[in-house]
């Protein structure tokens, strides 16, 4: 038995062949180069194809193929909507593979990025034997994939997780419409944000952000290390908001981890026990002795790992 993860990024298309165990058996990948709408569907259906003809020829039995997708997938319609590849507002993905599958009794399942992350790290990274876990994903914008006694939670719409809409401030204001509070704060983008809001009204500042015409969180944590004072007041900020936010769903939810991935947390891996100090002054004191944080085991395979879990459980549930 063996099964298809695929992961569809904003740059990329990942695939591999994983056994019954998770081990990946064959891998390969493919540039989004900017494609959009039915062009990307195309790439996938590519790159599936080539996975089954390399399942072919080593004799390997394909028998589910799950795909992690970087947006919403709503599972009453089957359809896709991915923010950043245009054309895919509300893309018919699960129709598209299982036309192009039909006859050969091979199932399909999608879910999104941040469930999937959650999945690949009960499988095979950080949350394994764990059946109330949740994957805090932190990047470009942020996300929380939630597992509930072995479940994702979906919610009702299939939007369960969107959490840079936790209002963590207040009064609330206006910049928040687009991507929340949270994130707006906390994200990759929005810890290079808070810096050149920070200079923009600072006097007199002189550290190593002030000369660069654009600033990435990676300049952040780089100044931080090199004790700038603005990146110091970001990333203590970042610290305080994380925290906060896991307190919550500590709070609510009670999990036996919460995992931190996603590409801020690279970097900021080396504060997640600051993260968690910062959480124990905010979260249900007992539910937060209980809880463990950690970072990511899996880094940028979490999502593929977790399609391929998505895969496995299609057909051992």
């Given at each position: 038995?063996?099964?298809?993860?695929?992961?569809?990024?904003?740059?990329?298309?990942?695939?591999?062949?994983?056994?019954?165990?998770?081990?990946?058996?064959?891998?390969?990948?493919?540039?989004?180069?900017?494609?959009?709408?039915?062009?990307?569907?195309?790439?996938?259906?590519?790159?599936?194809?080539?996975?089954?003809?390399?399942?072919?020829?080593?004799?390997?039995?394909?028998?589910?193929?799950?795909?992690?997708?970087?947006?919403?997938?709503?599972?009453?319609?089957?359809?896709?909507?991915a923010p950043n590849i245009k054309g895919w507002e509300n893309y018919p993905l699960l129709e598209?593979?299982?036309?192009?599958?039909?006859?050969?009794?091979?199932?399909?399942?999608?879910?999104?990025?941040?469930?999937?992350?959650?999945?690949?790290?009960?499988?095979?990274?950080?949350?394994?034997?764990?059946?109330?876990?949740?994957?805090?994903?932190?990047?470009?914008?942020?996300?929380a994939g939630i597992l509930i006694n072995g479940e994702v939670l979906r919610g009702a719409n299939d939007i369960a997780g969107a959490i840079g809409w936790l209002a963590l401030e207040r009064p609330y204001k206006e910049k928040f419409i687009q991507c929340g509070c949270y994130e707006y704060y906390a994200s990759g983008d929005g810890l290079a944000r808070s810096a050149e809001e920070i200079i923009n009204l600072s006097k007199g500042y002189a550290g190593e952000l002030k000369s660069l015409s654009s600033i990435t969180s990676y300049d952040v944590f780089k100044g931080y290390k090199n004790n700038d004072e603005v990146a110091v007041k970001v990333i203590s900020q970042g610290i305080e908001l994380w925290g906060m936010a896991a307190a919550n769903l500590v709070s609510l939810f009670n999990p036996e981890k919460i995992v931190f991935g996603g590409g801020v947390f690279g970097p900021a891996s080396e504060l997640v026990e600051e993260i968690y100090k910062e959480a124990r002054k905010w979260a249900q004191p007992i539910s937060i002795t209980k809880v463990k944080f950690e970072k990511s085991q899996l880094g940028s395979d979490a999502g593929l790992i977790g399609a391929g879990y998505l895969a496995l459980k299609k057909i051992i549930s």
């Amino acid at each position: 038995m063996a099964v298809i993860g695929l992961d569809l990024g904003g740059t990329k298309l990942s695939g591999a062949i994983f056994d019954q165990n998770g081990t990946i058996l064959f891998k390969n990948s493919s540039p989004l180069n900017r494609k959009a709408g039915s062009e990307v569907g195309e790439l996938i259906i590519n790159l599936l194809d080539g996975l089954l003809s390399v399942s072919t020829e080593k004799g390997i039995e394909i028998n589910s193929i799950g795909v992690c997708i970087p947006g919403i997938y709503w599972a009453k319609t089957g359809s896709v909507w991915a923010p950043n590849i245009k054309g895919w507002e509300n893309y018919p993905l699960l129709e598209e593979l299982t036309s192009h599958l039909a006859g050969k009794n091979i199932s399909v399942c999608i879910d999104s990025d941040r469930a999937c992350y959650v999945l690949g790290e009960v499988w095979q990274g950080s949350a394994k034997e764990c059946k109330d876990v949740i994957f805090m994903a932190v990047g470009t914008g942020i996300g929380a994939g939630i597992l509930i006694n072995g479940e994702v939670l979906r919610g009702a719409n299939d939007i369960a997780g969107a959490i840079g809409w936790l209002a963590l401030e207040r009064p609330y204001k206006e910049k928040f419409i687009q991507c929340g509070c949270y994130e707006y704060y906390a994200s990759g983008d929005g810890l290079a944000r808070s810096a050149e809001e920070i200079i923009n009204l600072s006097k007199g500042y002189a550290g190593e952000l002030k000369s660069l015409s654009s600033i990435t969180s990676y300049d952040v944590f780089k100044g931080y290390k090199n004790n700038d004072e603005v990146a110091v007041k970001v990333i203590s900020q970042g610290i305080e908001l994380w925290g906060m936010a896991a307190a919550n769903l500590v709070s609510l939810f009670n999990p036996e981890k919460i995992v931190f991935g996603g590409g801020v947390f690279g970097p900021a891996s080396e504060l997640v026990e600051e993260i968690y100090k910062e959480a124990r002054k905010w979260a249900q004191p007992i539910s937060i002795t209980k809880v463990k944080f950690e970072k990511s085991q899996l880094g940028s395979d979490a999502g593929l790992i977790g399609a391929g879990y998505l895969a496995l459980k299609k057909i051992i549930s």
